[in-house]
């Protein structure tokens, strides 16, 4: 199907596991992003990338590791969890920084 | 520091009155703006968009203002409906590469 799939939807894990949250888009779009959402904070980037093998740090990137090496797929890797990486997360694609975005359905992750 | 805010956490509104949701920004910098509304366990929709070289962009019920002089936007939806109850996220972004700052969101109910 055409869009922005992400997996799993949910994910309970434990403190220093290592959590891999996969990101798809059909739209063969440029620009993917990774997100987290937390009461309070809103929506705070975490890391994006304009195309294969380039990422950028966004906000919040500390504990967090991306790869790109295809144009569809952004994995996001909490490499040792901890507790407040707690969230929702969200990857989203786009055509350029400044076009629209478009969001996957979340992943709700809760590290134990 | 945060560059985009909204200030209001929550609104509540009667269907068909209006509804509006304020926005306001410290970047100057910024020069394209966007909404987005998101529903409970989805992720974000873009909703409607607006340049700084216009005032106002209207899309059926739901229109956008910009007062670059106040540094302010809103976003008014008339006439309210109960599918309109979701969070509204405004976004700034300013030309170039840079990724979009996204405010803290604001919850609106519609009561039917």
């Known amino acids: 199907d055409a869009g922005i799939t992400q997996s799993p939807r949910y994910k309970i894990t434990e403190t220093g596991r290592q959590v891999t949250l996969m990101c798809h888009q059909t739209w063969s779009h440029s620009y993917m992003f990774w997100y987290r959402q937390d009461l309070g904070h809103g929506l705070r980037l975490i890391y994006y990338s304009a195309a294969a093998d380039i990422t950028d740090k966004g906000e919040v990137p500390d504990g967090y590791v991306v790869s790109r090496s295809k144009t569809e797929n952004f994995p996001l890797t909490l490499e040792s969890a901890t507790r407040s990486q707690t969230s929702v997360y969200f990857c989203?694609?786009?055509?350029?920084?400044?076009?629209?975005?478009?969001f996957g359905p979340g992943t709700r992750l809760l590290v134990l | 520091d945060q560059q985009v805010k909204q200030n209001s956490p929550s609104l509540s509104v009667q269907e068909g009155r209006i509804s509006i949701l304020n926005c306001d920004y410290t970047n100057s910098m910024f020069d394209y703006f966007l909404w987005y509304k998101k529903y409970p366990a989805e992720g974000p929709t873009f909703l409607i968009s607006i340049s700084s070289i216009k005032d106002k962009n209207e899309d059926g019920r739901f229109t956008v203002f910009l007062n670059k002089s106040a540094k302010h936007l809103s976003l008014h939806i008339v006439p309210s409906q109960p599918g309109d109850s979701a969070v509204y996220f405004c976004?700034?972004?300013?030309?170039?590469?840079?990724?979009?700052?996204f405010g803290k969101g604001t919850r609106l109910s519609v009561i039917a």
């Open positions: 989203a694609s786009g055509t350029g920084t400044q076009e629209t975005q478009y």
């Open positions: 976004a700034a972004s300013t030309t170039g590469n840079t990724p979009l700052v």
